[in-house]
């Protein structure tokens, strides 16, 4: 019998997306003999099942003794549904029959009439058969009915409500087939990776006949789940001791090919090389840390596609529209388990009120309820995912808790420079568990793979991006006194970081990546003068690439906030005034920029004197403000470009 794989109801060959499928179904059915599985969904018309079983009577050599068409029913199918050319072949009932029985059935109905009746027909024997075996004695080999598990079997309940994923399926199905035996599925935490092996050992039962799950979180309890294998598949007493148990266990498989191990949420490579099985079977790995290259073929399994989010969504919430479940998708990053929670909270609030709850208390919105899917919520496996972090690499933990204040952007920590601005004591002050992070290159890699190994952001080429919705719940999660190191230490990245003077273009490029996280940090979060400083010198960068309307805004709200928390006199508060000014003129407001150049002036005159160079710039900004505004030819406003760095 050709060999081929059944998807559906029909017996097609198994080819990739893309193919002419009316081509390779007609390639497929003039090799060999065709085994039909009749069902009452096999006979509608819509599916390519008609044009299958037709090609195949059309092509039937009625001086062959085996007939070229192979009719096993699955279920039970009313004779009138049957089409009238198909009723005269003789049928072989799958359905009913016991596992054993079935086999039997088959394996006969397969061999068809060739042979001595009764005998037994000769089945390909697999790799190791020439010893019978513990799994041999259980009866669980050869080919069992679609849909039917293993005798060795412990992997979780397959979640009905599984969507999508369709590809990842399909690429770690042809992985194992092929000359991989170990995947390694990596992704962040809550994107579904559990869920993927779940559905995997589900769909694919068929092919083996042992599963078994292994929870690999703690590496200590592996050992014990591998001796409780050993007694089931017979090779070990109950009373056997543990070492071995687990030899024996690796004698078995070793020998034997249709297995099935499933490691799931494993962290260290190392902790677990020791306990992968040698042999032909299948291993998968599900873990947050992508570095398995050594031991494993790596799967990322990333977040679902907008059209998969979106089915999600409405299939748990009913009434929801499309264009709801299309923004709730957006604002959760298109996370599997924050889409689940969501559609539980759903029965409570309204989209817009989720939404809402979600903007203000990320940690709130999801760490209500712990969906059936999941064994947390995604904000207990945050706040799970950092405590552990902390206790393993400090720095780490302090590293994304700054981050968390940055923008969602990915911040390049290679461009940090703490070496050239040790002189600024003020600066460093309560940042110091970040300088040998920057300063020392051992302590850089090991902090930047304990980040990458956790799962929480992505890591590439020294770069640094939180999910944004890991960055918003890890925000919300932060107490007062970790908040307060985190604003130190996203203060000190940023000033560490700083280009240099905007006017020079040769800053450019360097001041377009650091941009998005200068304008980001809450003005109240700016708590040194460097800090500051770096601030407007990023709204200066935008004024001289003659962009002064996303300046306006951001220059509004650092005035603002340091007229209240530093006064009006301030050095700080007076060049935020200048810079808004400028502002101002740009963006066509005369008045307004004249009336700050004004004050200005008076404060300066007041605090640092007549004669002071920046009292003196005040006074050449206001006169050209008034005269522009007073309608005279003049050239463009002239703000006091900033400090130079300090060498």
């Known amino acids: 019998m050709t060999s081929s794989w059944i998807f559906g109801t029909g017996v097609l060959g198994c080819w990739g997306a893309g193919d002419n499928a009316v081509l390779r179904m007609s390639q497929a059915v003039e090799r060999g003999r065709m085994v039909a599985l009749f069902s009452r969904a096999y006979f509608e018309v819509s599916r390519f099942t008609t044009e299958e079983w037709t090609s195949r009577l059309a092509s039937r ?3 062959q003794r085996r007939e070229t068409l192979v009719p096993l029913r699955i279920e039970e199918v009313e004779a009138d549904a049957i089409p009238g ?22 394996l006969r109905a397969v061999a068809g009439p060739v042979g001595t009746p009764g005998e037994r027909p000769v089945f390909p024997a697999a790799p190791g058969a020439g010893r019978p075996g513990r799994l041999r004695q259980l009866g669980a080999t050869g080919p069992r009915l679609p849909g039917s598990l293993p005798r060795v079997w412990n992997v979780p309940s397959r979640n009905a409500g599984f969507t999508g994923r369709d590809e990842l399926l399909v690429r770690m199905q042809t992985g194992l087939a092929g000359a991989v ?58 009373d056997t001791p543990r070492e071995q148990a687990m030899q024996a266990l690796e004698e078995e498989l070793r020998t034997r090919s249709r297995w099935l191990l499933i490691f799931d949420n494993a962290e260290d490579p190392g902790a677990l090389s020791g306990h992968l099985p040698t042999g032909s079977g299948h291993v998968v ?136 601005r040790q002189d600024e004591q003020d600066e460093q002050d309560g940042a110091e568990a970040l300088v040998p992070l920057l300063l020392d290159p051992r302590v850089f890699r090991r902090v930047l793979t304990a980040v990458d190994r956790f799962g929480l952001a992505r890591v590439a080429g020294g770069s640094i991006q939180l999910h944004r919705l890991t960055q918003a719940i890890l925000r919300d999660q932060l107490g007062p006194e970790e908040r307060a190191r985190a604003v130190r230490h996203a203060g000190f990245l940023l000033t560490t970081a ?48 003659g962009t002064a309307r996303p300046a306006l805004p951001r220059l509004q709200a650092l005035h603002q906030a340091w007229l209240q928390e530093l006064g009006d006199d301030h050095g700080d508060t007076l060049k935020a005034a200048t810079y808004l000014a400028s502002a101002f003129s740009e963006t066509q407001n005369h008045a307004q920029a004249r009336d700050l150049d004004r004050d200005t002036l008076a404060r300066r005159r007041r605090v640092l004197g007549e004669d002071h160079p920046e009292t003196l710039i005040s006074a050449k900004n206001l006169a050209l403000i008034l005269q522009r505004s007073t309608a005279i030819p003049a050239t463009s406003l002239d703000p006091p470009p900033p400090p130079d760095p300090p060498a």
Request: hydrophobic share 45%; proline share 7%; with cysteine.
């Open 498 to 545: 700083h280009p240099g003077n905007p006017k020079h273009p040769a800053t450019w490029p360097r001041w377009s990546a650091l941009l998005p996280h200068l304008l980001h940090l809450a003005p109240a979060d700016l708590t040194t003068p460097q800090a500051r400083h770096a601030a407007v010198d990023a709204c200066w960068y935008l004024l001289k690439r």
């Open 85 to 106: 050319l198909l009723r005269p072949l003789v049928v072989v009932d799958l359905f009913g029959l016991r596992e054993e029985q079935a086999r039997v059935a088959l």
């Open 61 to 63: 050599d009625a001086s």
């Open 285 to 420: 790995i599900t873990s947050r840390n992508p570095h398995w290259h050594h031991l494993a073929s790596p799967v990322d399994v990333d977040v679902l596609t907008r059209a998969d989010s979106v089915a999600l969504l409405r299939s748990r919430s009913r009434g929801l529209s499309e264009g709801d479940a299309d923004r709730l998708a957006q604002a959760l990053d298109d996370l599997p388990l924050a889409l689940v929670q969501a559609a539980e909270a759903l029965t409570a609030y309204t989209p817009d009120k989720y939404l809402d709850l979600l903007e203000h208390h990320a940690d709130l919105a999801t760490n209500d309820g712990t969906p059936l899917d999941y064994p947390r919520s995604l904000a207990a496996q945050v706040r799970l995912s950092m405590q552990r972090l902390g206790d393993q690499e400090p720095v780490a933990a302090e590293l994304l808790r700054a981050c968390s204040l940055l923008a969602p952007e990915p911040f390049d920590l290679n461009s940090c420079d703490p070496s050239a």
């Open 181 to 238: 035996t170990v995947l390694a599925l990596d992704g962040r935490g809550g994107v579904g990776k559990t869920q993927l092996a779940i559905e995997y050992a589900h769909r694919f039962s068929g092919e083996y006949e042992l599963a078994w799950w292994v929870a690999a979180e703690d590496p200590a309890l592996i050992p014990d789940q591998l001796a409780a294998l050993a007694v089931v598949t017979g090779c070990a007493l109950t």
